[in-house]
């Protein structure tokens, strides 16, 4: 009898010490998800904290930045999230200080992917799909943020947008920014 009782004490010993485990671990994944999801969530950022992460981006010869940096963002679907560009403008000797800049799907097979036409997705944009008539000074930079509102029910999928920016009339600088909907 004695045998029996001491490893039915191992054995509970043991499902416990499992089960903190576990549980340690789920926590560990959840603190760190959400330390790294909240670094990147636009839509919750004051102007002054996203100018402050847009400058730090700007190198030398960088004309057109986008935050987060590594170009892709997560959208759940339902929600809203977006992303941050960032102008600058590089150019001297030149009277004409005027800029734009237009967001628009650069995916060319979204409708098999997304189901949806890239009218639809460009619709996605809430805020900060295009901008006329932005004036910068030579070394000057702007900012901005592009919010999407992902309609509840998408197709989980991953697709492009392209920031195309012009000086005047003339192609400025252009960057891409994945987008991925998830559930």
Known sequence: MRGKRGAIELSIGTI?????????????????????SGATNIVDMT???????????????KKLVVYPNTREIVVK????????IGIKN??????????SYEVVVSDPDIQKKCGVGEREAEAWISTGRSEDNIDLAPG???SGKVLLTIP???????FRYRINVKHGSQSYAKELMDVTIRA
């Open 16 to 36: 416990v010490v499992i089960v903190l485990s576990m549980s340690m671990l789920i926590l560990g994944l959840v603190l760190v998800k959400n330390i790294f």
């Open 77 to 84: 679907s339902g929600e809203a999230s977006g992303f941050g």
């Open 47 to 61: 102007n002054d904290q996203l100018i402050d992460q847009v400058s730090k981006l700007f190198g030398e010869d």
């Open 90 to 99: 590089l150019l001297t000797g030149v009277q004409d200080k005027k800029f």
């Open 140 to 142: 000057e930079f702007i």
């Open 152 to 158: 509840e029910g998408s197709t989980l999928c991953t």
